[in-house]
């Protein structure tokens, strides 16, 4: 679709299936499942919505979704399906890996950036040749020493042959990328977790990221995910981007969300609807 001067891309690495109960945190299932249903595993579906925003000439990606170095066991346990699922959905639209100027990642968790290697001959190397990736500081370092909680999916086959290939920069907050794009730091999931701002011409747009996967998380501020690691940090987030999307009328990407992906937030009596926008 077209926002303003620039083109917005919804571009897609598949789909997986994922813990419902780690992404609706202390919310009981039975409210939940109003929303989505489990299968048998109590898992739900997970889409895996990337961006590729073409501004000023820059071909600009933000997050590569799982990517394709999985093992045989983590595609059994995501239900993942089928390969080069992102970079065959860029070539549909005619963009090739090497077309790409520079990827985004809102944050290193592997659902978000497993793409951005991949295993040629045996090596891991970045999957777009000629991308610089951009990377909030705080979040390589949080990355590159991960604890008891986040080693788990902060695997350094995602991120650390980037640096090796010279193709890494390290971002210290708020930062433009193009003067109709910026990225903002929307801490809560991680300390540094981004999100990037669209804005051209009077229409405004957000990829949260995982700030808010499903349009419920962006609807009511106390329904938080279980794989934040600042909860109250992620509530008073929202609260500020909720009122800043209501303000601009901003249209709202959503990354996993699996049946809306994007609309524009509505308030009326105190209560938030994301009401679905289809792309143009």
Not at 3 to 21: E, I, K
Not at 116 to 135: D, H, Q, S
Not at 143 to 167: I, K
Not at 204 to 209: D, E, K, M, R, S
Request: charged share 30%.
């Amino acid at each position: 679709m077209r926002l303003g001067n620039a083109n917005l891309y919804m571009v897609s690495d598949g789909r997986a299936w994922m813990d419902g109960g780690g992404h609706f945190g202390l919310v009981p299932k039975v409210l939940w499942e109003k929303v989505v249903q489990a299968d048998g595993l109590n898992r739900i579906p997970m889409a895996l919505n990337c961006l590729l925003i073409v501004s000023e000439g820059e071909r600009i990606l933000v997050d590569t979704g799982f990517g394709d170095k999985l093992s045989p066991k983590e595609r059994e346990i995501y239900s993942i399906a089928g390969e080069s699922r992102l970079v065959g959905d860029l070539r549909r639209l005619g963009f090739a890996p090497e077309d790409i100027d520079i990827v985004i990642n809102t944050h290193l968790h592997s659902d978000h950036c497993g793409g951005n290697t991949i295993l040629r001959e045996g090596e891991v190397v970045p999957t777009f040749p000629r991308a610089e990736y951009w990377i909030q500081r705080l979040e390589w370092a949080d990355a590159l020493y991960p604890n008891e909680r986040t080693r788990a999916t902060y695997l350094a086959d995602n991120f650390v042959p980037l640096e090796e290939r010279g193709q890494l920069r390290l971002l210290y907050g708020e930062t433009r990328v193009t003067s109709e794009v910026r990225c903002i730091v929307t801490r809560g999931h991680t300390r540094a977790h981004q999100s990037v701002v669209i804005e051209s011409s009077g229409e405004t747009a957000i990829y949260l990221g995982d700030l808010a996967s499903w349009t419920i998380l962006m609807e009511r501020l106390a329904w938080v995910s279980a794989f934040d690691v600042e909860p109250l940090e992620t509530i008073e987030t929202k609260r500020r981007i909720r009122d800043w999307a209501l303000e601009k009328d901003a249209l709202l990407i959503f990354e996993h969300d699996s049946r809306v992906r994007m609309g524009y937030l509505r308030e009326e009596g105190g209560k938030y609807k994301v009401v679905e926008a289809a792309p143009e």
